[in-house]
């Protein structure tokens, strides 16, 4: 597609359950990030893929939190027992290259009740 | 850990006034960026500034960068109700690439509201 694509856009979920979000990256696009933003603040860095490697996952919050890449295209954010301090707009960005400019979807925003 | 601290974070004008947001942040970086979110969208890029000095302009915002200071200025000049948005600056901690490719530091972001 023309843009990165992420889905579904809104996700309520129960404390407790698991979540996948996924991400179509713009094609070709070598570098995959994700970013976690809380409300009214600025998104924070949670892993970077380099094709189907996920080279750092620093930003990760817990072990709860889980990504793949399996093959070099989309990937999935997995949430596993979900809790409310994990309500946030996930969202996605790619570039040609790790150091070229990133190219944001519109995100995954996830509510935990 | 590199912070990056933006001021204002809220921000009412008038159309037609002119206003600076700034960025400090705290480590050396010799890349920046800015963004623009609309309420509910995505990350809109503005401006990349890879070098010291270096200052960019689009319409009626201009950016600049200062890395010694280590602080990037995003200038409003004669706003208008279309520039209504929240705005992003980030930095980017790495002095070469590597294979963490960037994870940009970013703000907490600047709300604008430009008002008749």
């Known amino acids: 597609g023309a843009g990165v694509s992420q889905s579904p856009r809104y996700k309520v979920a129960k404390r407790g359950q698991d979540v996948a979000l996924r991400c179509d990256p713009i094609s070709g696009h070598v570098s995959l990030f994700w970013y976690q933003q809380a409300l009214g603040q600025g998104p924070e860095f949670l892993t970077y893929f380099q094709n189907e490697a996920q080279l750092d996952k620093s930003g990760l919050p817990s072990d709860r939190f889980f990504a793949e890449r399996p093959e070099g295209s989309v990937s999935t954010l997995k949430i596993q027992r979900t809790q409310q301090e994990d309500s946030a707009v996930y969202l996605c960005a790619s570039s040609v290259t790790p150091t070229g400019e990133l190219f944001f979807g519109e995100g995954s925003r996830l509510t935990v009740l | 850990e590199l912070k990056v601290e933006q001021n204002p974070l809220f921000l009412s004008m008038q159309e037609g006034k002119n206003y600076t947001i700034y960025c400090n942040y705290s480590t050396t970086s010799d890349r920046l960026y800015w963004y623009r979110q609309d309420p509910g969208k995505s990350l809109e890029s503005l401006f990349v500034?890879?070098?010291?000095?270096a200052v960019k302009q689009e319409g009626r915002l201009m950016a600049s960068l200062d890395t010694k200071a280590r602080l990037s200025t995003l200038h409003i000049t004669a706003a208008v109700h279309d520039l209504s948005a929240t705005y992003f600056c980030?930095?980017?901690?790495?002095?070469?690439?590597?294979?963490?490719?960037?994870?940009?530091?970013f703000g907490k972001g600047t709300s604008l509201l430009v008002t008749p």
């Open positions: 980030a930095v980017d901690p790495s002095k070469m690439p590597t294979n963490s490719g960037y994870a940009l530091n």
């Open positions: 500034l890879l070098s010291n000095g």
